[in-house]
């Protein structure tokens, strides 16, 4: 006799949406256009509540590339407002392994339940969390992979056919602001297509001077290093602060 699966809680919430309007878009396909996931009354997301994440119950934005979905901050996570809760909207982390990472424990004994997580509408874009996220001007990811049925597949992050976002949700403790920063306090701080983190030294009217804790993280456009090796970040960048979070990729 089969063993009988017990469908996991399911959050209804937020949707996707235009990055600069808010107005809701089509969650099918992807237009090219950026978008974000926050508020809307239309196409509403369905989410699977797995541990203390919600994971999208379907793939969303169909013929986005893994760069495009990188270049939005959706990969290694970007943060949202959805209820007026905040959380690190990302992709799937695996550890380079076919079922490795969050793949086996997200999914489950339902990994091949239809009904709950609709694999019939299209593999997603997932990251091996163990590689280090690129510039977004680098063609060869060696952390881009998608999942089909739970299992990862690692191929050039400029695919598009057939692949789109599933997103999860993680969630995150309100953001402090720069004034309440205290020297040498270990935070990660949030921008667009990505996340530094370190020590905080100082601040000034445009800038803010983290000490990093990571020698190989990623230079944004928004972020410098001066000449002690410390994170210049551009105050008007700044989406989120989150101290003692995981170091972003």
């Known amino acids: 006799m089969a063993k009988k699966i017990t469908p996991p809680p399911v959050v209804l919430m937020g949707g996707i949406v235009d990055l600069e309007t808010g107005v809701s878009m089509n969650p099918e396909r992807y237009s090219g256009q950026p978008f974000t996931i926050g508020d ?27 760069n495009e ?8 996570g970007r943060p949202v407002n ?48 163990s590689e280090t996220i690129l510039g977004s001007g680098e063609t060869d ?12 597949h690692w191929f050039k992050p400029d ?3 057939g692949i789109g976002f599933r997103p999860v949700l993680e969630p995150l403790s309100p953001t402090l602001m720069p004034d309440e920063l ?12 990505g996340s530094v983190s370190g020590a905080f030294m100082e601040m000034s009217s445009y800038d803010l001077i983290l000490e990093p804790n990571n020698q190989k993280q990623v ?6 290093v001066d000449g002690r090796g410390f994170m ?8 989120h602060i989150q101290e003692n979070l995981k170091e972003g990729k």
Not at 60 to 66: E, I, K, N, Q, Y
């Open 219 to 224: 230079v944004y456009p928004w972020t410098a």
């Open 159 to 161: 695919l598009r056919a």
């Open 40 to 66: 809307s009354d239309h196409n509403v997301i369905n989410w699977i509540q797995s541990g203390e994440l919600l994971v999208s119950n379907q793939t969303l934005c169909l013929g986005m590339s893994w």
């Open 232 to 239: 210049v970040i551009d105050r008007s960048a700044i989406m």
């Open 69 to 76: 979905l990188n270049q939005l901050g959706f990969i290694s």
């Open 182 to 193: 205290q020297h040498g306090q270990a935070v990660t701080i949030f921008g667009p297509g």
């Open 82 to 129: 959805i209820g007026g809760q905040s959380y690190l909207c990302r992709s799937i982390r695996t550890d380079g392994k076919k079922r490795g990472g969050e793949l086996s424990w997200i999914f489950g004994d339902t990994v091949n339940e239809e009904e709950i997580w609709n694999w019939s509408k299209g593999y997603f874009w997932c990251w091996n969390d």
């Open 141 to 152: 990811q060696p952390g881009s992979g998608f999942v089909l049925m739970g299992v990862a």
